[in-house]
């Protein structure tokens, strides 16, 4: 007797989500147009990962200078520090690390900032390095913004858009429907099979195992970026006070501006300088000045260093002048890993008035502070640079298997995009997650409506099958 086979689910299934070819069509555009940028991110954030230490290679002279005995008072070597820069005007004084440290004095000088090093036993000025092209701020920029500014940063806010839905549509491919016994493909790559499936094992297994690292990623940086940055900043002039000041950048940021803010003036507020070239967006204010340079009370700098000096700051730390006369100094400590950070105000006696630590933060503030740490490896030491790494490797390696597959599957003078469904069906349940996360990320919003148009005008090419 034969028993009627049920197909409702397997209808309902196909109402309610897109073909196997069609999520693969999404994937290979996605891919095809976002793996570059990814390849080159893996490669900029492998570098900026070891920052601490590449900054310490590249310093390692000045901080391991011959000095014995006495050293100047720090009025003195900031005097020193402004005399080698003729015009400029003080703006940080950082702790030195060690008592062989040479100090570093940063100055403003137009609207750069200049980091000039003394010796402090001797006061001679033995370096000077614009703060914009010190090595970690290069490899910031190129990371974040491509070297291109703000354009930059939303260029790189878009390929985090297209590496969602890479995750996403890679996810649905991997997924093992039906398979039984032998996990080869799925939770380990069949590195003996050799040629296309060896390349497919390995972008498809490593990206199953590394999706979730990625997703955190994605969202850690998400506060750093153009759009979603200014973005959680309407928010909170909107509703109300859901973040305090952040001490992270939300895309282009002069150095000058990150070490005023460190001295009061609030360095997020001034992500929008120099954007006279950039059309304005509602919510999105033009930022106020940082506050105008003051003349340096020396005696108020020594003992407010002296203080600092006992504080017990994770390093780097920062002295920053009062934007204002009779307000406070401000004593920072400005480490990468967010949880230690703590800025303390100090009188011009050296009494300490008041202390802003990270616990004092809201917590949507600490939760981006967590993700902001984790996201630069300097949350838990070593071991989270390790992660990091094999994350981005993970991705390096993922980009040039799919390479390597696209270059074999297409045949000359084509693209080789996969060919899909006659009818187009995307699926009332995948439309739903479309638009509620082109709601929750403008730009994924617009990649997801790129990806759809592109499917639907890429004609199916002869053998791409």
């Known amino acids: 007797m034969n028993i009627p086979h049920d197909t409702r689910p397997r209808r309902t299934m196909r109402a309610l989500w897109p073909d196997y070819r069609m999520v693969w069509r999404w994937h290979f555009i996605a891919g095809l147009l976002c793996l570059p940028f990814v390849a080159f991110l893996s490669l900029t954030g492998s570098i900026y990962l070891f920052r601490p230490q590449i900054d310490d290679l590249i310093d390692w002279r000045y901080e391991h200078l011959a000095t014995k005995g006495e050293v100047a008072a720090p009025s003195r070597v900031v005097t020193a520090a402004l005399a080698a ?24 000088h137009g609207g750069d900032a200049i980091r000039v090093y003394v010796d402090p036993q001797s006061l001679a000025v033995l370096k000077q390095v614009s703060e914009e092209y010190r090595f970690e701020r ?13 354009a930059g940063s ?13 995750v996403v549509t890679g996810l649905y491919l991997w997924w093992p429907r039906g398979r039984t016994g032998r996990s080869g493909g799925i939770a380990y790559p ?31 940086g998400l506060p750093w970026s153009f759009v979603w940055g200014h973005a959680l900043q309407s928010i909170e002039k909107t509703v109300g006070r859901f973040t305090a000041i952040q001490d992270w950048e939300i895309g282009h940021v002069s150095a000058r501006n990150v070490i005023a803010g460190a001295g009061g003036a609030p360095a997020a507020m001034d992500a929008m300088a120099g ?26 700098l020594d003992r ?11 390093y780097p730390v920062l002295v920053t002048p009062p934007p204002q006369a009779g307000r406070a100094w401000r004593v920072r400590s ?21 202390r802003d630590t990270f616990a004092d933060k809201p917590v949507s503030d600490r939760v981006i502070g967590y993700g902001v740490a984790a996201h630069e490896g300097q949350l838990f030491g070593i071991a989270n640079q390790i992660l990091n790494l094999v994350v981005a490797v993970g991705l390096l390696g993922m980009s040039i298997a799919a390479f390597l597959m696209w270059t074999r599957r297409r045949l000359p003078g084509h693209i080789g ?18 638009v509620v996360m082109g709601i929750m990320l403008p730009e994924l919003g617009a990649a997801l409506v790129v990806i759809i148009l592109l499917s639907a005008l890429t004609r199916p090419e002869k053998g791409s099958s």
């Not at 290069?138 to 703000?150: A, E, P, R, V």
């Not at 954007?275 to 108020?300: H, L």
């Not at 400005?334 to 105000?345: G, K, N």
Request: glycine share 10%.
């Open 304 to 314: 407010v260093v002296s203080t600092g000096a006992t504080l017990g700051l994770r």
């Open 417 to 434: 995009v996969p060919a899909s469904l006659p009818d187009g069906r995307i699926g009332g349940a995948a439309m739903a997650c479309i």
């Open 154 to 166: 939303m260029i790189v806010e878009m390929v985090a858009s297209w590496t969602i839905v890479l």
């Open 85 to 108: 820069v003729p015009g400029s005007h003080f703006l940080a004084y950082e702790l030195p690390r060690t008592s062989h440290s040479a100090v570093r004095v940063i100055v403003s």
């Open 275 to 300: 954007m006279k070239d950039m059309p304005s967006m509602p919510g999105m204010d033009m930022p106020p000045t940082p506050a105008a340079d003051v003349p340096v009370d020396g005696a108020a």
């Open 334 to 354: 400005d480490t990468q890993d967010r949880p230690w950070r703590m800025t303390v105000d100090v009188s011009a006696n050296g009494h300490v008035e008041g």
């Open 190 to 220: 069949r590195l003996a099979a050799g040629g296309r499936l060896r390349l497919r094992d390995l972008h498809a297994v490593t990206g199953a195992w590394l999706s979730i690292f990625v997703v955190l990623f994605l969202a850690s």
């Open 138 to 150: 290069i490899i910031f920029n190129l990371h974040g913004q491509l070297l291109l500014g703000n």
